[in-house]
């Protein structure tokens, strides 16, 4: 089960950490992701986090603003969002991968039930 937290109303050009609580003895052992869903669109990649938090990946338009990272023995994955634009109101989810390439939805198997995001003008 995951359990993601953190999102709120901010003013464009804030800052907000999400974070999302696994549950059960095995979050080291799997890839995360953080994707996110606009209003009326559909679900995107935002970041992925390889098992050990050594590797990471961005999608274009969050890379150097958005900084994906966990820590194994909380059972926890985080997501530190700065300079957010208002176009980046959505509910994020976080996730866990199975298999596939990290930036498909498809790729993951089980989802947190989302926090929203909303960021003003």
């Known amino acids: 089960q995951l359990q993601a937290s953190g999102g709120g109303l901010v003013q464009a050009g804030g800052s907000l950490r999400l974070s999302c609580a696994a549950s059960?003895?095995?979050?080291?052992?799997?890839?995360m992701g953080w994707f996110r869903q606009p209003p009326g669109k559909e679900r995107e990649f935002v970041a992925a986090i390889s098992r050990d938090g050594r590797v990471t990946n961005y999608a274009a338009t969050v890379r150097g603003r958005f900084t994906v990272s966990r820590d194994n023995a909380k059972n926890t994955v985080y997501l530190q969002m700065n300079s957010l634009k208002p176009e980046e109101t959505a509910v994020y989810y976080c996730?866990?991968?199975?298999?596939?390439?990290?930036?498909?939805?498809?790729?993951?198997?089980?989802w947190g039930q989302g926090t929203l995001v909303t960021v003003s003008s």
């Open positions: 996730a866990r991968h199975a298999s596939g390439p990290y930036y498909h939805t498809s790729a993951y198997t089980y």
């Open positions: 059960g003895r095995t979050f080291s052992s799997y890839t």
